[in-house]
T-cell receptor, first 116, second 114 residues
């Protein structure tokens, strides 16, 4: 089983609908991230969380919200989806800063969202 | 401003040929540099990273990268490309103590000709 699991892997929805993308991890990491990938733009950070009580906005948080239900779970919500939110979404984890932190991000396989 | 530039959107090389993917960065602090690979339908996987010390770093799958501070570059190389290397490659920069602030390049898609 994958260390970082995203559900659903694919979703087609309509404008105005509420969508939740879920992420769970078995790596035991405190830090979790949601990124968005658009062709030619690389990855952009939407939200990140350093622990259950710590949630922070990234570069492109408008139109998105998140919930850190537990250390292992971090969900991304689109309250009212719009077509320009069509993208590939990645969840990632990393270790805390400090001794031994390699800075490496561990990614899920992605959730492809299409908003019609 | 912090940024990462990968000037080549697509590169095609023949199997067995050498490869170099370019990455230039702009970063105010001492950079920690990464190369990730994304195979079709997969998430990103770390190839290698540079934190300090020897400027030539070795990674998985036979890849290496060289950090050149004077050129603000961190180019990825492989002496002999295999068909399985066809993927998209992303360069990223961050800083210890600020790893929430990774900056990714826009990626280079590698095609490998038989």
């Amino acid at each position: 089983d994958a260390d970082v699991t995203q559900t659903p892997r694919n979703r087609i929805t309509k404008t105005g609908k509420r969508i939740m993308l879920e992420c769970s991890q078995t790596k035991g990491h405190d830090r979790m991230y949601w990124y968005r990938q658009d062709p030619g733009l690389g990855l952009q950070l939407i939200y990140y969380s350093f622990d259950v009580k710590d949630i922070n906005k990234g570069e492109i948080s408008d139109g998105y919200s998140v919930s850190r239900q537990a250390q292992a779970k971090f969900s991304l919500s689109l309250e009212s989806a719009i077509p320009n939110q069509t993208a590939l979404y990645f969840c990632a984890t990393s270790e805390n800063d400090g001794g031994g932190n390699t800075g490496e991000l561990f990614f899920g396989e992605g959730s492809r969202l299409t908003v019609l | 401003a912090q940024s990462v530039t990968q000037p080549d959107i697509h590169i095609t090389v023949s199997e067995g040929a050498s490869l170099e993917l370019r990455c230039n960065y702009s970063y105010g602090a001492t950079p920690y540099l990464f190369w990730y690979v994304q195979s079709p339908g997969q998430g990103l996987q770390l190839l290698l990273k540079y934190f300090s010390g020897d400027t030539l770093v070795q990674g998985i799958k036979g890849f290496e990268a060289e950090f050149k501070r004077s050129q603000s570059s961190f180019n990825l190389r492989k002496p002999s490309v295999h068909w399985s290397d066809a993927a998209e490659y992303f360069c990223a920069v961050g800083a210890l103590g600020n790893f929430n602030k990774f900056y990714f390049g826009s990626g280079t898609k590698l095609n490998v000709k038989p």
